[in-house]
């Protein structure tokens, strides 16, 4: 991926929709929803996330379009035609599984030979697509070896590799790195992606790790409460939530709450619980007097008042705690009556390392600080 | 601080803190450990000891001992050594007077009889012969009265005939092969080797339809149970939990309890048989013979082996995520060819340690041929029971038995070669 997070290869998406979910419900039990009213389309190309907290309704989700559950009411689309009725081994959808699920008892060879045969594919033909699919996971000494010979990153890359193999034009992966370690993690992630895009295949990945979605994702779905509270661009996810649970979730997330004062010009004056005024950017708060909860991310706030715009208002802070991180400085602060405000400031040579008790006065630019529903 | 905890190298061989060879110094850590491991295991060790290997090891040694015939006649049997049977004549005098004098000291110690029962295994009549002789010997003195041929066949006319001394001869070695050559329908003889009579051939066919038998038993055993351990594992736990107390319900009735209602339900006028009458299928005179034959014995086990094919069944199907399936569905396969590519063999192991069981168990019942199997479905255990329990014969008994355990442990072998006993899982 580019810097600006779009794909290298655009030009292979259309705007026609490849996979398309309509008004999908599903329940287990007659009484509760676990997906309400799920509504998604996916141009060919994309690599889709779907972010949320367990019990969110993504991987059921997955499953469904897997066919491996049937959705209660709605229709799910591959291609433009519905696949509600279709079994899951005739809609030629690769899967990533998070425990790899590679058959024990074959060698690596049989496990990506295994969708080939099925297909009925000629015997030389499946050796040479076998040895293609882990020359791009990079695995084709590996070839004989069985699953439990393998340590857990090198398992993961065969699992993708035999999702690949068949050539299928939608991968879905089921939280297929959360088994690894951190490190490996970072490597895979990178590796998915590149492949993803380098073969231009439609890939919908489930996480409920954050910065996995961030950094994989053309597009990230973050689900709640079986629905999708926001469809947007890592970027634009994480700048600008729609709604306070976006906010929450994604990245680390200061929250005050307060009542809208008025709004001017689009900067919206909040009057926080604890009576100190600030200025926000009204996101979904329409009217004085309407309450709010502000969010601001810990890097944008600003020490030193000089470098506000004018008129701006600050707060007064104390600070709690002061932790070197490394790369960054992570200060806690008492702010407005909440002990858990958080700033984060980049270890650069002239940055000052504040310490418990000194007093301290924040600011922020308006639009850095949204007014989300309370 | 860190030259005492680190390893010193010294020619090549790994050296602890204090200068010991790492390697024993390894070894005295461990040795504790192991001297507390064995006395966990000492109460069982020596219980199985006393209990189970010593008696039966003494039962096995039955099979090949012989020595009541060197012991009960040891003159006899020494200068009888010297005779040549080949030549078709009597032995000479100093036999039969060696012979008698001691016959006068195990008519005393009453060893005759158990001498004659000995020999009556291998060659009929013996027995009265002994017992009759013994009576009218006791009037001879062994100093005086001889010479003792004429007078011994005066006595009964069995002393006079070649083949008893031939049989004295050739059972006189303090350890035989008889016994093993009795379990498998043969015979030893003076010429060393022949098989019985047609009419008294028995045990190997006995042999043989118990291995028949109990791989009939174990593969219905097989599938029965696994369409059953594969509902349990794959069924929410509530409904695993009922399941299972259902599988292992049998368990908990009595092995009597359950055989015997397995005859009610199969005689004649049992339940199938009237049911079937009932309803018409059968007319009332051509009722089913379903117990006392093979068919009874083989339902009647299969029900009562079934828990031990089901539970190894289980608890390996147990460990085979669902994903695999979900797994091999996405990669394009059916619903049969998932099952039998990709969930078939991850059971295989399960499916082997069943039939180990069953077949191990099933190879030596007793209890349920004996009741329901009437005379053409019993097992060589019901022979063994009836050579430890009425002929006493438990030298044979013991044969057959070692001859059991050599067919399993064979048959074990053959397996582990085959499957490979590492694929073998109970749990």
Redesign the interface.
Known sequence: MSPTGEPLLADTKSDTAFVEFERVQKSYDGVNLVVKDLNLSMPQGEFLTMLGPSGSGKTTCLMML???ETATHGDIRLGGVSINNI?????????V???Y?????MTVAENLS??LE??KIGKSEREEKVMRALGMVQMQDFAGRRPSQLSGGQQQRIALS??LV?EPELV?MDEPLGALDKQLRETLQFEITNLAHQLGITTVYVTHDQTEALTMSDRVAVFDDGRIQQLAPPDKLYEEPENSFVAQFIGENNTLEGVVKEINNGVALIQLDGGDLIDAKPVNVTKPGERTRVSIRPERVEMDPSRLQEGAHTLKAEVLEFVYMGDIFRTRLRVAGTDEFIIKTRNAPDQVRLKPGEQIEIGWMAEDCRALDA | MSALTENSTDNGVMMAADGTPLKRSLARALRRQKLRALMLIAPLLIFVLLTFIFPIGSMLFRSVENDIVANTLPETVAVLGRWDASKGELPDEEVYAAFVRDMVVAVEAKQHTRLGTRLNYESTGMSSMFRQSGRKMKKIDPETDGPFKEKLIDIHKGWGDIETWKTLQTHSGLYTSGYFLNAVDAQKTHEGFAWQPEEKQILLKLFWRTLVMSMVITGSCIALGYPIAWLLANVSARNANLLLILVLLPFWTSLLVRTSAWKVMLQQNGVINEVLVWIGLVPDAERLILINNQFGTIVAMTHILLPFMILPMYSVMQTI?P??L??????????W??FW??YF??SVPGIGAGSILVFILSIGYYITPEIVGGTKGVFISNRIAYHISSSLNWGLAAALGTILLIVVLALYWAYDRIVGIDNVKLG
């Open positions: 897997a066919g491996f079994p899951p081994h005739k809609r030629g959808i690769g899967m599984f998070q425990n699920a590679l058959f024990p008892h295994f969708p099925v297909r035999r999702a068949f879905l | 995520q994903s695999y979900r797994a091999a569905k996405s990669l394009g396969a059916t619903n060819t998932a590519r990709v063999p991850q």
